[in-house]
Structures are given as structure tokens and as C-alpha cells.
């Protein structure tokens, strides 16, 4: 649970907070001592812990689609539709849910067939989104449990993120 600290004003609180009415302006940036970033943001939809979401020029999340465009966030906590809470943005993330097979080979790959937030490995048959400014440092540690529902996820794993951005589909062909 990272702590948060800001400028120019103090900004307190955790990272893992939910509240139903804003705390802060929806948008606002803080980092903790360790240098992560994180925004603040209404939920659009509801998100779980590692979660991967896209946010709009309002800093409201959605979950990530077809026609997706915009920054990424890793929300850091069970979020409700409608809450306030914060997105990491920046830094390192070491619970953020993927697919088995995930690697430390770029480019970072979001399925746009569900509306989990994880990320995946392509196969010829996929239409995904491409995530620039998030990169796989750790593949999933494929023993510990699911919690998104589905035996095609294996865990968390780490990613270094760098203001990571959705700018349009990425399919490959065979």
C-alpha cells in the first residue's frame, strides 16, 4: 500500500482507497516516496486490483475495447462503478493480471474480446490493443489463483509502466 505525497499542495492518502464522492479534483497526479505515479480518476466501470483500464479526457475509466483510445491506468483496488479512487500511471506494479503465456517480449497486448482488464498473448486469430509505455518486467507466477474469474489467467506480474497510452488496434496475421 503506497502512501501518496504531491505538490504544491500535500496530497495524503492510500493508494487503495474508495469513496463515493471526490476527495480530490478527478485528474490530479501524486507520487509516492518511491517515485510511482499515480492519477486520480471516477470509475466508469467497476475494477478489481491489477486491473488494466483506459481513461477518457475526463479521467474516467472504461474498460478496454475495440475502439479504445487513451491512457492506461492499473487500478489498485476493488472499485464500484461510479467511485473515486487512483490508477497507477507510472512506475513499477507488481499485481497486474496476465495470461499464461505473457512475456517480457514487447509490444504489451490487451484482448479486446472480454472485458477483463489483463493482458495477453497474440495469436494469428486475435484482434488486441496495443499498450505503448508498459513493459513486462516478470512473467505471471502461474501458481498463485485467479481472481477475474477465469482459468485463462494465471497471476500477477510485474510491469514497469511509462505514462502507457492505447492509440488503436494491433492484429498480426499468419
Excluded: K
Excluded at 25 to 40: L, P, Q
Excluded at 50 to 61: H, K, L, P, Y
Excluded at 131 to 158: E, F, K, M, R
Amino acid at each position: 500500500m503506497a502512501e501518496l505525497t504531491g505538490s504544491p499542495h500535500l496530497i495524503g492518502g492510500n493508494t487503495t482507497d474508495s469513496q463515493t464522492t471526490a476527495r480530490h479534483i478527478v485528474g490530479t497526479v501524486a507520487r509516492d516516496a518511491s517515485g510511482n505515479e499515480y492519477r486520480y480518476v471516477q470509475f466508469g466501470v467497476a475494477a478489481i486490483n491489477g486491473e488494466v483500464v483506459v481513461m477518457d479526457n475526463t479521467w474516467t475509466t472504461s474498460r478496454l475495447s475495440s475502439t479504445s483510445r487513451g491512457f492506461v491506468g492499473i487500478a489498485l483496488a476493488t472499485q464500484a462503478a461510479n467511485a473515486f479512487g487512483w490508477v497507477q500511471v507510472y512506475g513499477v506494479n507488481s499485481f497486474v493480471w496476465a495470461d499464461t503465456g505473457v512475456t517480457t517480449a514487447d509490444p504489451v497486448l490487451a484482448p479486446v474480446t472480454t472485458d477483463l482488464g489483463h493482458l495477453a498473448v497474440q495469436t494469428s486469430a486475435d484482434t488486441s490493443i496495443g499498450i505503448w509505455g508498459l513493459h513486462v518486467a516478470t512473467a505471471p507466477d502461474s501458481c498463485a489463483s485467479t481472481a477475474l474469474g477465469t482459468s485463462a489467467l494465471s497471476a500477477p506480474c510485474t510491469v514497469l509502466l511509462t505514462y502507457p497510452l492505447i492509440t488503436g488496434s494491433f492484429s498480426i496475421s499468419s
